[in-house]
């Protein structure tokens, strides 16, 4: 079956634009992470998602940062006014349920000149 | 402080040779999940090993845990040179939220 898929794979922007990314999870899996991955370092947690349950924010560096998913589909992580530190690849991951062996996306590398 | 730090930070062997990866946590876990990622992009699920497991194998892959030094190990058996790539334990305290490592990166020459 189809693995996660991420949009755009590329993206590059001038500072203090907006960007969108889209993640579009395994069917049926209920749990979704987003993280962010600098270069050459381990990935770091952004936010959570778990069915209709409030997501967890608790990694999202600042307030330019926000995520939405539509039911147990797709989500999208919005990043206001770019800022060259949020320059990173930013990868999404479903689960079937929380706990669960999680499944990567190919990740959005954004770059932000 | 850092969750899941892996040493060490390179390795470099010949084809054929084991390689092992060590893992090391601070906070009590859930579960602990071993990842490779080649060319800074996918990442690829390889064993997920729970807290109440010490050992777990995957073909060429042995994963040990032991809670109470608060480590884990990855060895790879036969080693390829596609094994190249980083490798990253992740940690699970609660629901899935994965706390990673800095990496390893491991090179295998043919």
């Known amino acids: 079956g189809a693995g996660v898929s991420q949009s755009p794979s590329n993206k590059v922007t001038e500072k203090g634009k907006d960007v969108e990314l889209r993640c579009d999870p395994i069917?049926?899996?209920?749990?979704l992470y987003w993280y962010r991955q600098r270069l050459g370092q381990g990935l770091e947690f952004l936010i959570y998602?778990?069915?209709?349950?409030?997501?967890?924010k608790s990694g999202l560096p600042s307030d330019r940062f926000s995520a939405e998913r539509t039911g147990e589909s797709v989500s999208t992580l919005t990043i206001q006014r770019t800022q060259q530190e949020d320059s990173a690849v930013y990868l999404c991951?479903?689960?079937?349920?929380?706990?669960?062996?999680?499944?990567f996306g190919p990740g959005t590398r954004l770059t932000v000149l | 402080s850092q969750q899941g730090e892996e040493d060490p930070q390179a390795l470099s062997i010949q084809e054929g040779e084991n390689a092992t990866m060590n893992c090391s946590y601070k906070?009590?876990?859930?579960?602990l999940q071993w990842y490779r990622q080649n060319s800074g992009r996918g990442l690829v699920h390889l064993i997920l090993?729970?807290?109440?497991?010490r050992e777990k194998h995957s073909g060429r892959l042995r994963v040990t845990l032991d809670t109470s030094k608060k480590s884990s190990s990855l060895l790879i058996t036969a080693s390829r040179a596609a094994d190249t790539a980083s490798y990253f334990c992740?940690?699970?305290?609660?629901?899935?939220?994965?706390?990673f490592g800095q990496g390893t990166i491991l090179t295998v020459h043919p």
């Open positions: 992740a940690t699970d305290k609660s629901y899935g939220k994965l706390t």
């Open positions: 090993i729970r807290s109440n497991e």
């Open positions: 069917s049926g899996h209920t749990a």
């Open positions: 998602f778990q069915g209709n349950s409030a997501p967890d």
């Open positions: 906070t009590s876990i859930n579960n």
């Open positions: 991951a479903s689960s079937l349920s929380p706990g669960d062996t999680q499944y």
